[in-house]
Nanobody, 123 residues
Framework: DVQLVESGGGSVQEGGSSTLSCSGSGFPFSTFCMGWFRQAPGKEREGVATIGSDRSTMYADSVKGRFTTSRDNAKKTLYLQMNTLEPEDTAMYYC??????????????????RGQGTQVTVS
């Protein structure tokens, strides 16, 4: 079975750091474009960061310089290192996998596979 499982969320103090992980299984992880999305209460889901199969990355302006995404294809794991966290970063964070190229505006619903999400709360 195909699975994407996020982990690493929790409560973080403002200005702190946290790392999210997304473990994939059941599909050729290394060939997929991977994305991080987030959705805060009362707001639309937004693209946060993407990393292609060639490891090229894209970041939303709101997180550029603070967040870094990376992937370990041997471990089939996607990471999101979040630094200098702000209360505005509070959201449910999701990872998604696309068989084709992806970008920040790629519809979350168009992803081939999606995780269940992990909550990040900054206060």
């Amino acid at each position: 079975d195909v699975q994407l499982v996020e982990s690493g969320g929790g409560s973080v103090q403002e200005g702190g750091s946290s790392t999210l992980s997304c473990s994939g299984s059941g599909f050729p992880f290394s060939t997929f474009c991977m994305g991080w999305f987030r959705q805060a209460p009362g707001k639309e889901r937004e693209g946060v960061a993407t990393i292609g199969s060639d490891r090229s990355t894209m970041y939303a302006d709101s997180v550029k310089g603070r967040f870094t995404t990376s992937r370990d294809n041997a471990k089939k794991t996607l990471y999101l290192q979040m630094n200098t966290l702000e209360p505005e970063d509070t959201a449910m964070y999701y990872c998604a996998a696309y068989v084709a190229k992806c970008g920040l505006t790629s519809p979350y619903g168009a992803a081939n596979y999606r995780g269940q999400g992990t909550q990040v709360t900054v206060s």
